[in-house]
């Protein structure tokens, strides 16, 4: 018993461990000092950045950083001028494996070692930990979650990138119920994000008159096969699923409902993407008619959409999903905001500065269309929602 | 009752798996007391391999598995040669720190060769099957009957071979066997071997239905390690039942109880079982 007991004990530290030991640098470069250097006016100017780059959550993680890795790569080959001085940015970049107290660490590094003005973090838990202090050590969290709670907390130096996800409740909602009836199986992710999500879609669903037969939620890091809940879960005779979670395994999740011979629709969590989950689903929209989610960006209208999409394929060798074309935009709104503001350091003047930033984005840089930021520091920005019919992607108009 | 038949399927499915991980650990263990975490990342390079083959070479899913379950072997041997045979006279608490480093190093490598991204496994054996109501896929048949046979032939092969004996001498006392004339050395290399066979054949056969990824290790080394504590360390039936026994409480637990707590479930059935018989339901005298 005793030895057992050491055994669990040992496992346990093992994967504390494996989660320590990996979270190394990447990416980086030299240390860009601030400053003149010689008699030229140039500068650098740091940018931080903390997600996952190892770990479950590590092709999230690089998706986001592609997006600033090109938009950084384009900026500096001109650099932009501030104040009489030309900058370019130098992007640091630390791992945080998705742990929140990582990511506090890491943003204390780089605001302590780089001296970063705007710090970019893609998780909920990151946002939240950066929140107690950011406002103290003056930098700008740069949040990549559509989580309502991140911008109701009232901290003045956040900048909400993606829309809210408040805004998918109703189309979602009205149209599965119209299509395929009232009777709802929820199969949200444990994260935090999928629980959020969850609490706020089900009283929606129960007031526009829904049923909720099922719910129970999927924890990807540790169910290796979904047949057991999804044969429960298709017990309930549901008319729609409330599935998401990164895009891969919530394909699967499809995939196996579809096995066991669900006709439903599909409401997909925004963090899932429709044309990601297309390529696993044997890439074709068929197995995934009547799902509806976010407009894959490849299908996107916008006036920098097509530009966007184009020049990541070519480097890249993929499509884009909505992380990289947020993150390569949001990079050109805090520059233009900078340029605005006549400071690369203050980071309260920036951030007061960033409608002047948004307005004067360039238009083939508008991979997604940002009007305004909201009073809460949340870029305000028209969602836009497709289903599959028939096969296509199909948008949804929102009223 | 169509449910119970189907969580039934559901977990025999999910307790093969389990079997098969659980099976490699228990025999490394069993021979030379080292609790090998780095099990799980040759499971997850056994994927990969599969996986690889599949795409780069075009190989056959079959073929591809063979090819994977040999490599992984390999691989296994050469740990044991390089990382724990050095270390044969050293604290079992070097033993520990240096599977937790070859488990660092795999993951790390298979990151850097691979990538961060999930990656499909397609089968040719997707075909979904009714059969008196229940759902099974082509899949899910071949991991079951391919575990099965597989458990059948180690279970000949340590019983009815002399070198399979030799595994069971060794595992029974390893200086009595020494004295016996039994080449240690060539022992503990075939048992790495067969280990790193079964982690890839688990690997290669579970991945079409679900993802394989760097951490995909993690998902199953936790489950063997509780899953040898509940059979007894170092006991080939016991792992064999204990895998059986989590895969049915997780899906019978999930339907008729809460799918919020099959974990807890499974943990519950391990304290009980450890404090009924401390050493495990097949443990040996002395562990």
């Given at each position: 018993m005793r030895k057992a007991l050491y055994l669990m004990g040992l496992i346990t530290l093992m994967f504390m461990l494996a989660a320590c030991s990996e979270s190394n640098e990447t990416g980086g470069g030299d240390n860009g000092e601030s400053g003149n250097s010689g008699g030229q006016s140039e500068g650098v100017v740091n940018i931080g950045y903390s997600g996952p780059l190892s770990g479950p959550a590590a092709y999230y993680g690089e998706n986001t950083l592609s997006g600033l890795e090109m938009a950084v790569e384009e900026i500096n080959e001109e650099g932009f001028e501030v104040d009489g001085t030309t900058y370019k940015i130098n992007l640091e970049t630390l791992d945080d494996q998705y742990l929140p107290n990582e990511t506090a660490a890491n943003a204390k590094r780089l605001k302590q070692e780089h001296d970063t003005p705007i710090i970019f973090t893609p998780h909920s838990g990151g946002i939240a930990a950066l929140q107690v202090f950011n406002e103290q050590e003056e930098f700008i969290v740069a949040a990549y979650s559509s989580e309502p709670a991140i911008t109701e907390?009232?901290?003045?130096?956040t900048v909400r990138i993606p829309p809210n996800y408040e805004g998918y409740l109703e189309p979602f909602t009205n149209y599965q119920m119209e299509r395929f009836g009232p009777k709802l199986a929820a199969l949200p992710p444990v994260t935090q994000y999928g629980q959020d999500w969850a609490e706020a879609l089900i009283p929606h669903w129960e007031e526009q008159g829904g049923e909720v037969v099922y719910n129970s939620s999927i924890d990807f890091s540790k169910d290796t096969d979904f047949f057991t809940m999804l044969t429960n879960a298709l017990e309930a005779d549901p008319d729609v699923l409330f599935i998401g979670g990164p895009s891969e395994p919530t394909a699967k999740v499809a995939q196996q409902a579809r096995e066991l011979g669900f006709e439903g629709g599909f409401m997909v969590m925004d963090q899932a993407k429709l044309d990601e989950m297309k390529a696993v689903m044997g890439g074709s929209y068929e197995p995934l008619e009547g799902a509806i989610g976010t407009m894959p960006l490849v299908n996107a209208d916008y006036p920098g959409s097509a530009d966007f999409v184009e020049k990541y394929r070519a480097t890249h060798d993929k499509d884009p999903g909505s992380e990289a074309g947020f993150h390569y935009l949001s990079m050109y709104v805090f520059v233009e905001a900078m340029k605005a503001s006549g400071t690369v350091d203050d980071a309260k003047a920036i951030h007061e500065h960033i409608q002047d930033g948004l307005d004067a984005l360039p238009d083939d840089k508008k991979v997604y269309e940002i009007p305004s930021i909201g009073e809460n520091g949340g870029f305000e920005i028209n969602t836009s929602v497709a289903a599959v019919e028939d096969g296509q992607i199909t948008p949804i108009a929102l009223d | 009752m169509d449910v119970l038949f189907q969580q039934l399927f559901n977990g025999l499915t999910v307790g093969s798996v389990y079997s098969l991980v659980a099976l490699g650990l228990t025999l490394v263990y069993g021979i030379l007391h080292i609790p090998n975490f780095a099990h799980g990342a040759l499971y997850m390079v056994g994927a990969y391999i599969t996986y690889t083959m599949m795409t780069s070479l075009g190989l056959h899913y079959v073929f591809a598995i063979v090819v994977s379950i040999i490599s992984v072997g390999l691989i296994s041997v050469l740990m044991e040669r390089i990382v724990f045979h050095p270390l044969r006279d050293s604290t079992p608490i070097q033993h520990k720190v240096a599977a937790i480093g070859v488990l660092l190093f795999l993951e790390a490598l298979a990151h850097y060769i691979w990538g961060a991204d999930y990656q499909q496994m397609v089968t040719p054996y997707g075909q979904v099957i009714e059969v008196f109501g229940l759902t099974l896929t082509m899949q899910r048949i071949l991991i079951v009957v391919t575990a099965i046979v597989a458990m059948i032939l180690l279970y000949l092969f340590l019983k009815k071979t002399y070198t399979g004996a030799s595994i069971i001498a060794m595992a029974q006392n390893r200086e009595g066997a020494h004295l016996m004339g039994i080449n240690t050395n060539k022992v503990a290399m075939l048992t790495f071997f067969i280990a790193g066979v079964l982690a890839a054949l688990g690997a290669s056969l579970t991945s079409p239905i679900n993802l394989v990824f760097p951490s995909m290790g993690h998902l199953v080394i936790l489950k063997a390690f509780v899953i040898i504590i509940i059979g007894g360390m170092g006991s080939i039936p016991g792992a064999i039942l204990g895998g059986y026994i989590l895969g049915f409480s997780e899906s019978i637990g999930a339907t008729y109880i809460s799918s919020d707590y099959s974990d807890i479930i499974a943990f519950v059935l391990l304290i009980i079982i450890l404090t009924i018989k401390p050493q495990g339901i097949f443990a040996k005298g002395e562990a």
């Open positions: 907390a009232g901290n003045s130096l | -």
